[in-house]
C-alpha cells in the first residue's frame, strides 16, 4: 500500500502517533540541553539493553530446539531395538524428563515476554522526554498488537514449537508404554 501524499505542513497519522508536541527546540537550548543529552542516553542504553534480552531469548531457543532435534534424532537411530529391552518405568522417566525440559522451555518464554514487556514500556516513558516516539510510533501501525491480521506476535510462534513437542513426547511415551 503506498501511502498518501501530504504536503510539509500536512501531518499524517503517523507523524502525529511519531512526533512528541511535548518536546521541540526550545528544549535543547543551553539550560537543558545537558538533561536531553542524559535522557538520550540513557535511551540509548535501555534500548540496547531490550536488545539483548532479545538475544539471550532467541538463543535460549535455539538451545532448547537443539536439544529437542538431539532427543528426536538419537530415539530415531536407536529406535525400538533397544527401546524392547528398556523397563516400561524407564520410558516413562525419558518421557516426563522430555516433556520436563519443554514445560521449562515454555516458562522461559513467558519470562522473557514478561521481561520484554515491561523493557519497551519503559523505553515509552523515556520516548515521551524525546523529540520522536518511534516505538510508540512502530506499535500502534502495528494496531497495539490487539488483532493477529496485523501483527502476529512473536511469542505467540514460539509457544508452538515447546507444545508440539510436548504433545509428541507424550504420544510417543504412551505408544512406547504400549508396545513394551
Not at 528544549?27 to 540496547?48: I, P
Not at 530446539?65 to 529391552?85: H, S
Not at 524428563?97 to 522473557?112: E, P, R
Request: proline letters at 4%; charged letters at 15%.
Amino acid at each position: 500500500m503506498i501511502p498518501a501524499q501530504h504536503g510539509p505542513d500536512v501531518p499524517t497519522e503517523l507523524d502525529t502517533r511519531l512526533w512528541n508536541g511535548r518536546v521541540g527546540s526550545q528544549d535543547y537550548n543551553t539550560a537543558s540541553e545537558k538533561y536531553q543529552a542524559a535522557v538520550l542516553e540513557q535511551y540509548k542504553l535501555y534500548v540496547e539493553m531490550a536488545d539483548r534480552v532479545s538475544a539471550r531469548r532467541s538463543l535460549t531457543n535455539t538451545f532448547f530446539l537443539t536439544v529437542n532435534a538431539a532427543l528426536l534424532t538419537t530415539a530415531g537411530a536407536v529406535g525400538g531395538t533397544i527401546l524392547k529391552g528398556v523397563p516400561t518405568w524407564g520410558l516413562i522417566i525419558f518421557a516426563l524428563i522430555a516433556v520436563g525440559q519443554c514445560g521449562a522451555w515454555l516458562l522461559l518464554i513467558a519470562s522473557y515476554r514478561q521481561l520484554n514487556s515491561a523493557k519497551y514500556k519503559v523505553i515509552g516513558a523515556l520516548e515521551r522526554r524525546l523529540p520522536a516516539r518511534v516505538y510508540d510510533a512502530e506499535w500502534s501501525e502495528l494496531g497495539d498488537g490487539k488483532t493477529i491480521k496485523q501483527y502476529v506476535p512473536l511469542t505467540l510462534v514460539e509457544l508452538w514449537i515447546p507444545v508440539l513437542f510436548m504433545v509428541f513426547y507424550i504420544a510417543a511415551g504412551v505408544a512406547a508404554v504400549n508396545l513394551a
